[in-house]
């Protein structure tokens, strides 16, 4: 079982910045793989941004040079860095975790957190 929670979300204007976290619990952290998603008003949850368990990372291509995604295993934590923030970046922001997720399907991730809201306004 694995339990996520975030933190971070909140009001930011057009430009700028904020960095979400994800705080995991369990000794198997380090062997999933772990994922930033995020569902908009009206939307369907979609990828931002994956990282594997041996650290390899996948990105949207809408978020690719502005949202960073890392982890540190000794904290238990994955961030999401996101910069240049747009109004179209305004979503609830989900971690969620797998230990074999790959592509971009949220149905291949098992353990979801209750979402963080970010909201950009111009």
């Known amino acids: 079982q694995v339990q996520l929670v975030e933190s971070g979300g909140g009001l930011v204007q057009v430009g700028g910045s904020l960095r979400l976290s994800c705080a995991a619990s369990?000794?198997?952290?380090?062997?999933?793989?772990m994922g930033w998603f995020r569902q908009a008003p009206g939307k369907e949850r979609e990828l931002v941004a994956a990282?594997?368990?041996?650290?390899?990372?996948n990105y949207a291509d809408s978020v690719k040079g502005r949202f960073t995604i890392s982890r540190d295993n000794a904290k238990i934590t994955v961030y999401l860095q996101m910069n240049s923030l747009k109004p179209e970046d305004t979503a609830v922001y989900y971690c969620?975790?797998?230990?074999?997720?790959?592509?971009?399907?949220?149905?291949?991730?098992?353990?979801w957190g209750k979402g963080t809201l970010v909201t950009v306004s111009s």
């Open positions: 969620a975790a797998d230990r074999n997720f790959s592509g971009t399907n949220p149905g291949g991730m098992r353990y």
């Open positions: 369990g000794r198997t952290f380090t062997s999933y793989a």
């Open positions: 990282i594997t368990s041996g650290g390899s990372t």
